[in-house]
């Protein structure tokens, strides 16, 4: 009856059983730094010998399973093309530098794509800044890590049977932090979203974020038609924290701190566990679509909210504890009773509607 999160795990466990990376070219010992020109391509492992500036076209092409080390450097764009396009038939690495100023700082050849799942490519300590798009993916794949993507339009776009792995990354005043799309995932750990317009979105995808940070950010996680699976983070300072429609969300063990809208449930969401301390409003959820949506709330604790929980849509709640609150602690009039909910020295009497609470 109540929403469970089975296409949310079957999109990241898709993505996540991805093949492994093939073999990759044999690395010369301590190479050397190399000259390179914009429009090259590059066939073997490469280090840059300096910045590279390109006033025209595209930047630099990975052919074959080969590693770019920018060693420190910086790949410079015109605001249009592509700065470092790689091979998604291999397993291909780019590292070590900064890319700024492109239309998509890298990107996958699409030319000619590949007839099985795309290889991914790794994109690592890397910075991204004053792109439109800091990582695009169309029919690619790519594991990202220990990057910081800042000033972008986009900092990763999965646009198009295109999925991610963001690990250790920060995203900073970019319009979207990372976003997925048709049917794949962008699966976020131990990251850092701060003061984008959007941290995360999907549409007509999943993204996963876990053990992750959101401060100041307009929107923190925003989908359509998507699925939202979000464990161990906090979000902080938004101005909403979470919202959707027609799709699926579940929020479990997550801290919400002085949000202005915490959780907008205008769409079907399951909360386990989560703690909500210091928002303007906490959990609102409606129904404005008329899409049947429900919203179940177990073991979650409102402390110092305005309101902790209003939902006139259909609901169960249960084991919740809202505490201190300056408006409604439980208005449920539609709600099923779990059981186990307490209530207390909370703004409006009474105390809860549609469900029963103990003081203790």
């Given at each position: ?21 093939g073999p990759t070219a044999s690395p010369t010992p301590d190479p050397t730094p190399q000259p390179v020109a914009c429009g090259g391509t590059i066939t073997q492992d490469t280090v840059l010998a300096a910045d590279l500036v390109c006033t ?132 976020v750990t131990a990251s850092t979203f701060r003061d984008n317009e959007i941290a995360l979105s999907t549409s007509d995808g999943a993204v996963v974020a876990s053990s992750s940070r959101f401060t100041g950010n307009t929107t923190a996680v ?70 049947g949506v429900t919203i179940d709330i177990d073991g979650d604790t409102f402390t110092r909210n305005g309101d902790a929980i209003w939902a006139s849509t259909a609901s169960r709640i249960a084991n919740v504890t809202a505490v201190r609150n ?35």
């Amino acid at each position: 009856m109540y929403p469970t999160s089975t296409a949310g795990l079957a999109l990241a466990l898709t993505l996540l059983a991805s093949p492994a990376p093939g073999p990759t070219a044999s690395p010369t010992p301590d190479p050397t730094p190399q000259p390179v020109a914009c429009g090259g391509t590059i066939t073997q492992d490469t280090v840059l010998a300096a910045d590279l500036v390109c006033t025209e076209g595209d930047g630099l092409r990975l052919v074959g399973p080969v590693t770019l080390d920018l060693d420190g450097h910086t790949i410079s764009g015109p605001g249009s093309g592509t700065g470092v396009t790689t091979d998604s038939s291999v397993h291909g690495v780019v590292t070590g530098g900064t890319i700024r100023g492109w239309e998509r700082g890298v990107a996958a050849r699409t030319d000619d794509p590949p007839q099985e799942p795309p290889m991914p490519a790794t994109v690592h300590h890397m910075v991204f800044r004053d792109n439109a798009s800091g990582i695009h993916g169309s029919t690619a794949a790519f594991e990202i890590s220990w990057s910081r993507f800042v000033d972008n339009g986009t900092g990763v776009d999965m646009a198009f049977r295109a999925d991610a792995t963001v690990d250790r990354s920060v995203f900073v005043r970019n319009g979207t932090g990372a976003r997925s799309g048709s049917d794949h995932a962008v699966l976020v750990t131990a990251s850092t979203f701060r003061d984008n317009e959007i941290a995360l979105s999907t549409s007509d995808g999943a993204v996963v974020a876990s053990s992750s940070r959101f401060t100041g950010n307009t929107t923190a996680v925003s989908h359509f038609r998507g699925v939202v699976e979000l464990t161990d983070n906090v979000v902080a300072g938004s101005e909403i924290g979470v919202e959707g429609s027609f799709g699926s969300v579940l929020m479990t063990s997550n801290t919400f701190r002085r949000n202005v809208l915490a959780v907008d449930g205008s769409d079907t969401m399951t909360l386990r566990g989560n703690r909500f301390v210091g928002n303007d409003r906490a959990v609102v959820a409606t129904d404005p679509r008329e899409q049947g949506v429900t919203i179940d709330i177990d073991g979650d604790t409102f402390t110092r909210n305005g309101d902790a929980i209003w939902a006139s849509t259909a609901s169960r709640i249960a084991n919740v504890t809202a505490v201190r609150n300056t408006g409604w602690g439980i208005y449920a009039p539609n709600a099923v009773d779990g059981g186990g909910n307490v209530a207390r020295a909370n703004g409006n009497e009474p105390q809860c509607v549609g469900v029963v609470c103990g003081a203790r």
